[in-house]
Nanobody, 111 residues
């Protein structure tokens, strides 16, 4: 059983930046970030394989950057030029034989 723990959420003004982290308690192959805006379904934001191959939702391409440090079993999400529509609970996800989810961290973009 692998545990995923997110950190780094918070309140930021439009146009600002925020960085999220996800620490895994064990080795994980593919990791990713999902988000769930208020009143909407959870959606994929980005994924990254152990080898560093990344995918992004069209809505965040060029705005968010996903990365990971395999030695630390930690994944990151750098979010720039944040907009109110980026407001959501952001969830860390990982897959290694099974799928694992973090508890979520709130990101609020508001003036």
């Amino acid at each position: 059983q692998v545990q995923l723990v997110e950190s780094g959420g918070g309140l930021v003004q439009p146009g600002g930046s925020l960085s999220l982290s996800c620490a895994a308690s064990g080795s994980i192959n593919t990791m990713g970030w999902y988000r769930q805006p208020p009143g909407k379904q959870r959606e994929l934001v980005a994924t990254i394989t152990r080898g560093g191959t990344t995918t992004y939702a069209d809505s965040v391409k060029g705005q968010f950057t996903i990365s990971r440090d395999n030695a630390k079993n930690t994944m990151y999400l750098q979010m720039n030029s944040l907009k109110p529509e980026d407001t959501a609970v952001y969830y860390c996800w990982g897959r290694f034989l099974s799928e694992y989810w973090g508890q979520g961290t709130q990101v609020t973009v508001s003036s």
